[in-house]
């Protein structure tokens, strides 16, 4: 595969309809995983998990999407500066990846490595509310529950992420497509 292979266009599903798109700048195809580059995410105010802010508004992001029957992506977080918070997983629908377009659909949950070390599951809440409201189905909850869990039973035993995603740091993607800074 490439090391640099263009852009792509991420259509992200929030049920029950909010449809995010995102186009993102390809850094490297590496056949069971694609890393792309969110140059400033366009939020409004601080991510927080805890009382901990892991991303602000103009935050680089470094994506990992893998192909197959994968439930979940990750990113490398960081503040607005560039310094690394953690790690963190959305659990989704397996990506449909055509040439230059995705779609996936939000699953709610989250699992977060922080750079500290601790493990959470976020938005619990969201798929219950999710589950209760009829936009979610229970089979499908059970689903999303069982990979959030099993990521962050990996982390907590040092297991997750993947190396690729340790070894993909921002300074690196940024030289692969040429950026500086």
Not at 5 to 13: Q, T
Not at 70 to 81: Q, S, T, Y
Not at 161 to 178: D, F, I
């Amino acid at each position: 595969m490439s090391a640099q292979a263009g852009s792509v266009e991420i259509h992200y599903l929030r049920p029950p309809e909010q449809l995010d798109v995102y186009a993102q700048p390809v850094a490297h195809d590496a056949g069971d995983y694609v890393v792309t580059y969110l140059a400033a995410a366009a939020r409004a105010k601080d991510a927080k998990v805890g009382e901990r802010v892991v991303l602000q508004p103009g935050s680089p992001v470094v994506w990992f999407t893998y192909r197959g029957e994968v439930w979940h992506d990750v990113g490398r977080f960081h503040l607005a500066d560039g310094t690394f918070t953690g790690c963190y997983a959305n659990v989704l629908t397996p990506v449909k990846m055509e040439e230059g377009r995705w779609e996936t659909t939000d699953l709610f949950l989250d699992v977060w490595l922080g750079s500290d070390g601790v493990v959470e599951v976020l938005d619990r809440d969201e798929l219950e509310a999710a589950v209760r409201d009829g936009i979610v189905t229970p089979d499908l909850a059970a689903r999303a529950e069982a990979e959030a869990e099993r990521l962050a039973a990996l982390a907590r035993a040092g297991a997750w992420p993947p190396a690729h995603v340790r070894e993909w740091t921002l300074a690196r993607v940024r030289q692969a497509l040429g950026e500086k800074g």
